[in-house]
């Protein structure tokens, strides 16, 4: 007789999952059961057949919407990232200059061979110190010595004496400053330097230097400035694309001395002639230029020597470095004496009036002519207070003031008008 299926089928059309009303309630007929019977059976170690009639029942069926997930959206999903991670351009940031010459300095130190950045700023940090005892000898009170990091990489070292016994201000820094020029500067720049590509939205630099005014007290004695510095660009990837040293030092006295004058422009001349005979008198005639306030038809001093833009274009980079340090060496030599012969000598109130006078013609070029203090002021992350350093603590604007006729203030005008080849 052949087996009862529709029975069968019935039967099972009547099962319920177990989240439903219990299997008990459900009534079969016996002929169905026996046939279950014979149709769910397990086999044992055995071999023995055994029935089972609540196997279907216990043996849950899969939830579809399980497999329907896994297949249609976890599968893409993975695929999809999968796909991302070959497919994108994975690279990770590289060091940037700053973080690169840490690292030199920290493992191999400064030698010959080292980047020409950590070789001049060594040897600027190293002059600053030798510039900073000399001083405390001449006056007799200590600077103070304020360190500061800039966030994009560099910093800097200020040191300033302020009411002391011969100077009532002076300041000796030195800056090593990391950052990116925008297209605005690169463009400016190329006037001077044409290896600026001109095509790029921003190039690194890199710039250090040491600065210094020192403003006495008695008006007998000059005030004097010095600054030398060094100007790297670099590509993206840290290579050098262009360079260039600048700098220079001058003397702005309120009552002339000639010897004074001739002191230091003989000092300053030497150390030019070590390199080439013709820098002294193109870069003192460059200063005499350049430190001037064309709006008072009068430079700021009796000069010395000033020079920008110095690359390969004049001479080799360790030419043109030496001469920077020659120069820089030379500054104490050209001034020490002259402090030491004006820092006692006896004044009046009405000379120190016209001290007063002469710092603010110093103020008036420092703060609308100087390429100096607008390129500090506007490089970002830029430290005011170090680079308005260079201002006297004091000076003077007296409405249409002129010096008596045949006076030694008369005397200083005229030089300043009419400058003079002191050597």
């Not at 900073?132 to 001449?138: D, H, N, S």
């Not at 005030?223 to 990837?237: A, G, I, K, P, W």
Request: contains cysteine; hydrophobic residues 35%.
């Amino acid at each position: 007789m052949p087996p009862f299926r529709p029975a069968a089928r019935l039967a099972r059309a009547f099962e319920h999952p177990h989240s439903y009303a219990p299997r008990a309630t459900i009534r079969r007929n016996p002929t169905i059961r026996s046939q279950l019977q014979r149709r769910c059976y397990s086999v044992e170690g055995n071999g023995n057949k055994k029935p089972d009639p609540l196997k279907q029942w216990r043996e849950e069926k899969p939830n579809p919407w399980g497999r329907r997930l896994r297949l249609y959206v976890f599968l893409p999903f993975t695929c999809l990232l999968i796909w991302n991670i070959l497919t994108e351009d994975v690279h990770a940031d590289t060091p940037s200059i700053a973080e690169k010459d840490a690292l030199l300095k920290r493992e191999n130190g400064i030698t010959s061979t080292s980047p020409m950045r950590l070789r001049m700023e060594q040897f600027i940090k190293t002059h600053q110190k030798q510039i900073v005892a000399a001083l405390e000898k001449v006056d007799g009170q200590p600077f103070t010595i304020d360190t500061w990091t800039r966030p994009e990489g560099g910093g800097g070292i200020t040191c300033v004496l302020q009411d002391g016994n011969v100077f009532e201000k002076a300041g000796v820094n030195t800056s090593v400053v990391y950052g990116k020029l925008p297209r605005a500067a690169i463009q400016k720049m190329r006037v001077n330097h044409k290896a600026l590509d001109p095509d790029v939205e921003s190039l690194d630099f890199f710039a250090a230097g040491l600065s210094m005014v020192l403003h006495p007290s008695n008006p007998n004695a000059p005030t004097v400035h010095l600054n030398y510095r060094y100007f790297e660009t670099s590509d993206e990837q840290g290579n050098t694309n262009a360079w260039w040293y600048g700098g220079g030092c001058d003397l702005t006295p309120s009552y002339l001395f000639d010897e004074d004058a001739i002191h230091f422009h003989k000092t300053i001349k030497d150390a030019c002639d070590n390199h080439d005979k013709s820098y002294y008198p193109r870069f003192k005639k460059w200063c005499d230029e350049y430190f001037n306030n064309k709006h008072r038809g009068e430079t700021r001093g009796v000069g010395g020597i000033f020079f920008d833009d110095l690359d390969e274009t004049e001479k080799d980079r360790e030419q043109l470095f030496a001469f920077v340090q020659d120069c820089l060496s030379a500054f104490l030599p050209s001034y020490i004496p002259i402090i030491e012969r004006r820092k006692n000598m006896p004044f009046t109130e009405e000379m120190k009036q016209w001290q007063q006078l002469r710092r603010g013609r110093y103020v008036e070029f420092n703060l609308v002519h100087d390429r100096g203090t607008a390129f500090g002021l506007n490089t970002p992350g830029s430290r005011v207070e170090s680079i308005l350093m260079s201002l006297p603590l004091t000076a003077r604007w007296q409405y249409m003031h002129q010096p008596e006729k045949g006076s030694r203030e008369e005397r200083l005008l005229d030089v300043l008008k009419n400058p003079r080849e002191w050597v």
